[in-house]
């Protein structure tokens, strides 16, 4: 089945500066990848999402690369801020497969 | 919609009772998953359903965990007898069929002393 690293396991950032967060995946046939962020006692919510025929997508502050020979893709936040500490999991799912296998988080602590 | 809705919040019980956990998923979604976080071991997914058939139950720990979705709008995962290695948040999430949004309930925080 599906094996999803995650990288790193905690990291701090000074407000205003970039965090990211790292991927592989060992499907090769995995064609769909979503990054969650859950806060403190929330559920997990979606904050951006790419299929594996796009190698890159930006969303505001947020932007995800994919990179399908490597198997790896990777969450980059810019100009960070309070508000986006928290713990973020990467997740991949393979082709006609509805199972998500998700990393094992990324805690982020942003400091003001 | 009101999103997926679980219930309860919070369980607490005693080692040896049986827990029931349950889960209303968003009107239209045909697929339904269970996933257990733990601070060791992350988000694990336990069992999925497409429309209302279990799918891949491989993840379910041992026979104490069971897991049914009656119909499209219902689905309770039940653990018996509960263990104290059982206590964790137990999540309920539902989808579209293919790939896309996975969408969590709150979560059920379960405690077995």
């Known amino acids: 089945g599906e094996n999803v690293e995650q990288h790193p396991s905690t990291l701090s950032v000074q407000e205003g500066d970039s965090a990211v967060i790292k991927c592989t995946y060992s499907?090769?046939?995995?064609?769909?990848f979503p990054w969650y962020k859950q806060e403190l006692g929330k559920r997990p919510q979606l904050i951006i999402d790419?299929?594996?025929?796009?190698g890159e997508k930006k969303d505001q502050r947020i932007a995800v690369t994919l990179n399908k020979t490597a198997k790896h893709f990777s969450l980059h936040i810019t100009e960070t801020q309070p508000e986006d500490s928290a713990v973020y999991f990467c997740?991949?799912?393979?082709?006609?497969?509805?199972?998500?296998?998700f990393g094992t988080g990324t805690r982020l602590t942003i400091i003001p | 919609d009101a999103g997926v809705i679980q219930s309860p919040r919070h369980e607490v019980t005693e080692m040896g009772q049986e827990v029931t956990l349950r889960c209303k998923p968003i009107?239209?979604?045909?697929?339904l998953f269970w996933y257990r976080q733990t601070m060791m071991r992350g988000l694990e997914l336990l069992i999925y359903?497409?429309?209302?058939?279990?799918?891949?139950d491989s993840g379910m720990p041992e026979d104490r965990f069971s897991a049914k979705m009656p119909n499209a709008s219902f689905s309770t995962l039940k653990i018996q007898p509960s263990e104290p290695r059982d206590s964790a948040v137990y999540f309920c999430?539902?989808?579209?069929?293919?790939?896309?949004?996975?969408?969590f309930g709150e979560g059920s925080r379960l405690t077995v002393l």
């Open positions: 997740a991949a799912r393979g082709f006609g497969n509805e199972k998500l296998t």
């Open positions: 359903f497409n429309n209302n058939v279990p799918i891949d």
């Open positions: 999430a539902s989808s579209e069929q293919g790939p896309g949004e996975l969408f």
């Open positions: 499907d090769s046939a995995s064609n769909y």
């Open positions: 790419i299929r594996s025929n796009v």
């Open positions: 009107s239209g979604h045909n697929s």
